[in-house]
């Protein structure tokens, strides 16, 4: 049976293709992908809007597994964020905070997609 961390290959591309490249935490600038001798290492967590287990931070026991796991219930965290959000200071963290993080990554994500996908990048051989 599928769990709450059981993402789909869509939801954790779309979740790196829209962060450009980030952390979701605002003005947060550290890269989800760093080189560790060459080695292309992921530098953030898939973190949970909605927590995945029941006493973690915002857990909703309404929500199926599946929800849990969709895209529109999780975000990208370096580990310090992921700590500070999930840890730390979880009340300081509600679920339509990260929801505004998600929205405002995905605007700019999305925009940054459609500028690049309007400009000619490849000319592929013509007929």
Not at 1 to 24: I, N, V
Not at 45 to 58: E, F, L, Q, V, W
Not at 97 to 112: E, V
């Amino acid at each position: 049976m599928p769990g709450p961390r059981d993402y789909r290959s869509g939801t954790e591309k779309a979740l790196f293709a829209l962060s450009q490249g980030t952390c979701y935490y605002p003005g947060c600038h550290r890269p989800v992908i760093e080189f560790a001798e060459g080695v292309p290492v992921v530098n953030v967590h898939i973190s949970h809007i909605r927590g995945a287990k029941p006493n973690s931070a915002r857990y909703d026991p309404n929500m199926s597994d599946e929800k849990r796991a969709a895209y529109a219930n999780v975000v990208l965290l370096c580990k310090p964020h992921h700590d500070l959000v999930d840890r730390i200071r979880p009340h300081d963290y509600p679920p339509e905070t990260l929801q505004k993080w998600q929205s405002d990554h995905d605007r700019t994500g999305l925009g940054a997609l459609a500028e690049r996908n309007s400009q000619k990048l490849w000319i592929g051989p013509t007929r």
